[in-house]
Nanobody, 123 residues
Framework: QVQLVESGGGLVQAGGSLRLSCAAS????????IGWFRQAPGKEREFVAA???????TYYDSVRGRFSISRDNAKNTVFLQMNSLKPEDTAVYYC?????????????????WGQGTQVTVSS
């Protein structure tokens, strides 16, 4: 089992950058696929990016080239570097974990979720 805590959200102007962190508890963190999802008001929770235990990555088309996901297994942390932010990136960002497997975009395949962190991009 793993517990996840997000941090790093905030208010930023369009074109700016933020780096989100997802800190995990548990000794087997290195065996988990970690995904980032986001949910804007009135919208479904959507996939953003995911990273496998061996650092294979998958991105949602609208963030590819602007966002970068990485992990530091020694620190039990996954990062989401977000550059060239747009107002449409405004949402609550969640990290999620699933034990092993592929970097799936399907949120129902993730078993563990953090509480979320708000990202607001002003125009």
């Amino acid at each position: 089992q793993v517990q996840l805590v997000e941090s790093g959200g905030g208010l930023v102007q369009a074109g700016g950058s933020l780096r989100l962190s997802c800190a995990a508890s548990g000794r087997t963190f290195g065996n988990y696929v970690i995904g980032w999802f986001r949910q804007a008001p009135g919208k479904e929770r959507e996939f953003v990016a995911a990273i496998t235990p061996t650092a294979g990555v998958t991105y949602y088309d609208s963030v590819r080239g602007r966002f970068s996901i990485s992990r530091d297994n020694a620190k039990n942390t996954v990062f989401l570097q977000m550059n060239s932010l747009k107002p449409e990136d405004t949402a609550v960002y969640y990290c999620a974990g699933r034990l092993a497997g592929i970097a799936t975009t399907d949120r129902y395949r993730y078993n563990y979720w953090g509480q979320g962190t708000q990202v607001t991009v002003s125009s």
